[in-house]
């Protein structure tokens, strides 16, 4: 018995020990995590420089919690960047006396096109204020380009190239991998929603004409925009920047710097030393370079405001879905829940929605729609659109006050659809797995995926569509002042960029985030006595940690196993959401 106890009490002893062990370890992990993610004081000092070089994508909303996406394999940070904390940033460094300059230091952007835009209107902005901008990168591909534009000095190593080449849109259709895996894919659309062509990669292995004349349309708006700002801030013609891209005159740095496309071909180590002579710095001297994070998370400099009046900005970006929704996603319970409280507490005068979507479930979309319908009849309302706001997108924009979107912002899509699997073929003939059934009326099996839809539930489908298109025409109508056959003419699924979409009364004015807060403010009578609310609410600290760790490790696997393929499993996953009535833009679409 001696022996038993003797055992029993070095096992728990040995089990504490682990125990208090994990503890230390896991609060290292803490300390180390926090260190990493830039969360302490810049320490900014007289003649520095802010330091961009952004590699996180970037997301509409930022967070403030250190352990969002981050790589518990790596013990890196992955979080996503903010436009709105690089937004309020970049007017802080501008009015910062300590701050002589910008350095944008990347090959590219990781954002949307609309997203880049509102960005590289707020370098501008940061530009006329007299302070300089110097770029460097070993190359640039177009995006990054379209940033250094406002540099006024563009450097690039000796070695390098610029990749301006003109927009590419690549379209992925499954139809072929249905077939061979004797899976049929029933879709109903709307009537005469030709254009509504987010289903044509479940039925066609190709572009249908109307779906090429929409993307033709589209993308050269979109690069007419793109080229229009090159010409503006390089001085040279929109005829010759389409020369250079169609024939690849800048594979070389020696003809990037010929063409003008690049000031001056230098290495790293010499740019730094023009930023030193820039500041003031002498050769030997350390240059002051500021990390834009540090500086972003650096809470002592930010101003406080005491207003007691509040703008509430409520953030809706990716797919719409119905319930809570995942990460990427815009859940109608959360979003309207979210748009609820804004309308409910006292402070808030004003509600700026931030629509990042290119659609999803049309039910969803009209749980949304009235929430933002309810929201107007007490305080104004407006609508920001980032880089695509289409279809449902579009749907729960409507009941605006005012809606603000940029020249190159994907939106309109105004049309429905249904698509309904068939799996039988694929159990059957390819896993031997028959089914059997029982009913106790004619149509109990509607909506069955393991077999076919008869004509009868075709029909019945196809009167829902019908029924919700013409409801979204109708709303479109009334909410924008237009006559409802001419909503009908430009909708059909058919995709705007902003700028024809303002031309088209579909939006009211050209601009971004911080245009539509200001109109905010100015609707409410505030001037500038507001503040800023942010919602959804963050989740609680040890949930999104549990979040967080949990989708980390499907992330790394996928990543790991997957690699440059993984943009194709992300569309897979999508087509398993497309089931029933769905309000989406062509989504399977990537530009380059």
Do not use: C
Not at 75 to 92: A, C, F, Q, V, Y
Not at 298 to 309: F, R
Request: cysteine-free.
């Amino acid at each position: 018995m001696k022996q038993f106890f003797k055992f029993m009490f070095a096992s728990m002893l040995g089990t504490l020990l682990t125990i208090v062990l994990i503890i230390l370890i896991f609060i290292g992990m803490i300390a180390g995590i926090v260190e990493t993610t830039g969360t302490e004081d810049a320490k900014v000092k007289a003649n520095s420089v802010l330091h961009i070089d952004w590699k996180m994508p970037i997301r509409d909303r930022g967070s403030d919690n250190p352990f969002e996406a981050f790589d518990y394999y790596t013990m890196e940070s992955k979080r996503p960047l903010g436009l709105n904390d690089i937004l309020e940033t970049l007017d802080r460094a501008t009015d910062d006396p300590r701050i002589d300059g910008l350095f944008l230091d990347m090959e590219t952007i990781p954002a949307g096109i609309a997203t880049s835009q509102e960005i590289r209107n707020k370098l501008l902005e940061f530009k006329e204020s007299g302070k300089f901008i110097l770029s460097f990168a070993n190359s640039y591909d177009q995006r990054g380009y379209y940033l250094a534009s406002v540099a006024d000095t563009i450097y690039m190593n000796p070695e390098g190239m610029v990749l301006l080449k003109g927009l590419h849109a690549q379209l992925m259709f499954f139809k072929g991998m249905f077939e061979k895996l004797d899976i049929d894919v029933q879709v109903v659309r709307g009537p005469n929603n030709k254009y509504k062509s987010a289903v044509e990669p479940l039925l066609l292995d190709k572009m249908s004409e109307a779906n090429r004349e929409q993307l033709e349309v589209l993308l050269n708006s979109v690069w007419g925009r793109f080229i229009l700002a090159l010409s503006e801030s390089r001085g040279i013609s929109v005829e010759e920047l389409n020369g250079m891209a169609d024939r690849l005159d800048l594979s070389t740095a020696e003809k990037a710097l010929e063409m003008n496309i690049v000031d001056k071909l230098a290495y790293r180590d010499e740019v730094m030393q023009k930023l030193k002579e820039k500041t003031g710095k002498q050769e030997d001297d350390q240059l002051a370079l500021v990390d834009f994070s540090k500086y972003m998370n650096d809470k002592q400099d930010k101003k406080t405001n005491v207003s007691k009046n509040r703008i509430a900005v409520v953030y809706a970006q990716g797919g719409i879905v119905q319930g809570r929704g995942g990460p990427d996603e815009i859940g109608a319970e959360t979003i309207s829940e979210a748009i609820r409280k804004a309308r409910t507490n006292e402070r808030v005068k004003a509600i700026v929605f931030r629509v990042n979507s290119g659609g999803g479930d049309a039910l969803a979309s009209e749980i949304i729609r009235r929430e933002v319908e309810m929201a107007k009849a007490k305080m104004p309302v407006i609508v920001s659109m980032g880089d695509v706001a289409a279809s449902g997108g579009y749907w729960i924009s409507t009941n605006a006050d005012y809606i603000f979107a940029q020249p190159t912002t994907i939106t309109g899509s105004i049309g429905v659809f249904g698509v309904i699997p068939n799996f039988k073929g694929f159990f059957n003939n390819k896993l031997g797995i028959t089914f059997d059934e029982l009913e106790t009326n004619e149509n109990a099996d509607f909506i069955n995926i393991f077999g076919p839809m008869s004509d009868y539930q075709l029909q019945k489908l196809n009167e829902a569509i019908v029924k919700i298109y013409n409801d979204f025409t109708q709303l479109v109508a009334t909410t924008r002042n237009l006559d409802v056959a001419y909503v009908d003419s430009i909708a059909r699924g058919r995709v705007w960029t902003g700028s024809d979409a303002l031309e088209l009364g579909l939006v009211d004015q050209m601009g971004g985030l911080e245009d539509a807060i200001a109109y905010a403010a100015e609707k409410a009578g505030l001037g500038e006595d507001y503040r800023l609310s942010e919602y959804p609410e963050r989740k609680k600290f040890i949930e999104q940690l549990l979040e967080e760790m949990t989708s980390s490790m499907e992330t790394r696997i996928v990543d790991k196993n997957l690699g440059q393929f993984k943009t194709y499993y992300d569309r897979i996953k999508t087509l398993q959401k497309m089931q029933g009535i769905q309000a989406r833009m062509p989504f399977f679409m990537t530009i380059n």
